[in-house]
């Protein structure tokens, strides 16, 4: 990963949770609630996985810099939505949780050195090792991709 790379995908990173926050801000719970169908996440629950996976990728960086041969714990986001009760935490706490996580990450990826990046661990879901290059760039965009769900979700309770 160049220089250049990784400072795109620290940006990105950095601005997600204050556009997750943009968009959520305000929503009546109608909305944070609207599922299109039984087995889609409403918005409650894409904030509760966010504030979870930030979890999830904190350990998992941690884990490829600091551990000897790792091996990543796979986790069954279904399941965490289901099982975490989600829907019973107000919006505020998720985001704030989500923003507070990721500064927290953010501020260990700004002190890595060109090295670092090719630390990894092994991904048994994906049967290869994943470097600490391909965690920051899936950090980069994870967030955007469920803002895109956030807002179909808008649009769609509104028709509703």
């Known amino acids: 990963m160049t220089e250049a790379e990784f400072k795109k995908h620290l940006d990105a990173a950095e601005k997600s949770p204050k556009e997750i926050a943009a968009a959520v801000s305000g929503l009546p719970e109608g909305v944070l609630r609207y599922k299109p169908s039984p087995e889609k996440w409403c918005v409650l629950e894409i904030l509760g996985h966010l504030a979870d996976v930030e979890i999830v990728y904190g350990y998992r960086l941690r884990q490829m810099l ?92 509104s028709v509703n």
């Open 66 to 157: 600091a551990d000897t041969k790792p091996v990543i714990a796979p986790i069954n986001q279904d399941a965490w939505a289901r099982n975490l009760n989600y829907l019973d935490s107000p919006a505020s706490e998720l985001v704030a949780f989500y923003g507070l996580g990721r500064h927290h990450n953010l501020r260990l990826l700004r002190s890595l050195k060109a090295p670092d990046f090719a630390k990894s661990a092994f991904h048994p879901e994906m049967q290869r090792e994943m470097t600490v290059a391909d965690l920051i760039e899936r950090m980069g965009g994870h967030g955007a991709g469920h803002l895109k769900q956030i807002e179909k979700l808008k649009a769609a309770a």
